[in-house]
């Protein structure tokens, strides 16, 4: 395929996004729905009303040969639309609603984009992370918006969102060693892994060790999470500056992007990197508890 970038999609080419754009219209279109992109070739707007962004297909099918995109696209939009046909949340009893919520988070930036406001309900976390809820059913995973939960008792589903995501499993704890910094990869299958930055301290003791002197931890994407557990301030930096260039990475490759960003957490998050949208260039932020471990440590 021409090597010439696609101006929505810089990561893909012009003909890779022709393609996938094309398969999108014929998924829909076997389902009975016709659809035309928007001018700028992000969103397909359907004849029922509704719209479908690109974004994280487009990650999913950057990630896969182009062989299996028909297949990629057709289950994206099967799952989207068998979504529409499911029992609403106002449907749902107590329990039911209790059992499948889940707290997910986002960066900030991605809540107060959201359409016609939809999540402004969110909880800050910290800066540039927002914390909203989700209803998981087996194949699609559905936002509340602020009109459902203002219908229901918020604090009940935050706390049982919270307990599910916690109990989310994960299924694969990589060992990274680069440049004398040490650091685990967590991630899996559920969506939910980099949402379990809400809290950290429960990945003591089976994924990281006692930590009097706190956690650094990224969330760059829905499925991954990476960490490292504060020892010495010399470690401590060789970590943050691999874990940042990697964060930054994985956010910016994967399907569902959270923040590129690092945290410091030690019972509650600060940010520590920041990175610049016009030159991608990383700052340490060293100032706060982080700061003040690491003076600490130094003496």
Same mark, same amino acid.
């Given at each position: 395929?021409?090597?010439?970038?696609?101006?929505?999609?810089?990561?893909?080419?012009?003909?890779?996004?022709?393609?996938?754009? @094309?398969?999108? =219209?014929?998924?829909?279109?076997?389902?009975?729905?016709?659809?035309?992109?928007?001018?700028?070739? *992000?969103?397909?707007?359907?004849?029922?009303?509704?719209?479908?962004?690109?974004?994280?297909?487009?990650? &999913?099918?950057?990630?896969?040969?182009?062989?299996?995109?028909? !297949? =990629?696209?057709?289950?994206?939009? !099967?799952?989207?639309?068998?979504?529409?046909? @499911?029992?609403? +949340?106002?449907?749902?009893? %107590?329990?039911?609603?209790?059992?499948?919520?889940?707290?997910?988070?986002?960066? %900030?930036?991605?809540?107060?984009?959201?359409? $016609?406001?939809?999540?402004?309900? /969110?909880?800050?976390?910290?800066?540039?992370?927002?914390?909203?809820?989700?209803? #998981?059913?087996?194949? +699609?995973?559905?936002?509340?918006?602020?009109?459902?939960?203002? &219908? @229901?008792?918020?604090?009940?589903?935050?706390?049982?969102?919270?307990?599910? %995501?916690?109990?989310?499993?994960? #299924?694969?704890?990589?060992? @990274?060693?680069? #440049?004398?910094?040490?650091?685990?990869?967590?991630?899996?299958?559920? +969506?939910?892994? /980099?949402?379990?930055?809400?809290?950290?301290?429960?990945?003591?003791?089976?994924? =990281?060790?006692? !930590?009097?002197?706190?956690?650094?931890?990224?969330?760059?994407?829905?499925?991954? =999470?990476?960490?490292?557990?504060?020892?010495?301030?010399?470690? &401590?930096?060789?970590?943050?500056?691999?874990?940042?260039?990697?964060?930054? *990475?994985?956010?910016?490759?994967?399907? $569902?992007?959270?923040?590129?960003?690092?945290?410091?957490?030690?019972?509650?998050?600060?940010?520590?990197?920041?990175?610049?949208?016009? *030159?991608?260039?990383?700052?340490?932020? /060293?100032? /706060? !508890?982080?700061?003040?471990?690491? %003076?600490?440590?130094?003496?």
């Amino acid at each position: 395929m021409a090597d010439e970038r696609d101006t929505a999609y810089p990561t893909m080419t012009m003909d890779e996004m022709a393609y996938l754009r @094309r398969l999108t =219209l014929q998924a829909l279109a076997a389902r009975g729905v016709e659809a035309v992109f928007t001018a700028d070739g *992000t969103t397909a707007k359907c004849s029922n009303g509704s719209s479908y962004g690109l974004d994280n297909l487009t990650r &999913t099918c950057r990630n896969a040969v182009h062989e299996d995109w028909p !297949a =990629l696209v057709d289950k994206h939009f !099967a799952d989207m639309l068998a979504a529409r046909d @499911r029992p609403g +949340v106002e449907d749902m009893d %107590t329990s039911e609603l209790l059992a499948r919520v889940r707290a997910r988070v986002l960066s %900030t930036d991605q809540v107060e984009s959201a359409p $016609g406001g939809m999540l402004s309900y /969110g909880w800050p976390i910290a800066d540039g992370l927002t914390e909203v809820l989700c209803v #998981d059913h087996p194949d +699609v995973v559905a936002y509340l918006n602020a009109g459902q939960i203002a &219908t @229901r008792d918020a604090g009940a589903l935050r706390e049982a969102g919270r307990r599910n %995501t916690g109990a989310e499993p994960i #299924d694969q704890v990589i060992p @990274r060693e680069t #440049d004398g910094a040490e650091f685990l990869i967590l991630a899996g299958e559920s +969506v939910f892994v /980099g949402s379990k930055i809400l809290d950290v301290g429960a990945l003591v003791p089976e994924y =990281l060790p006692v !930590a009097p002197n706190g956690v650094i931890v990224g969330a760059p994407s829905r499925n991954l =999470l990476i960490a490292h557990h504060v020892q010495t301030a010399t470690s &401590t930096i060789a970590a943050v500056n691999a874990m940042a260039r990697l964060c930054q *990475t994985l956010s910016s490759g994967n399907p $569902g992007p959270i923040s590129p960003d690092l945290y410091y957490w030690n019972g509650a998050l600060q940010r520590v990197t920041s990175v610049n949208p016009q *030159t991608q260039a990383i700052a340490i932020l /060293g100032d /706060g !508890a982080f700061g003040d471990v690491l %003076t600490a440590l130094m003496q």
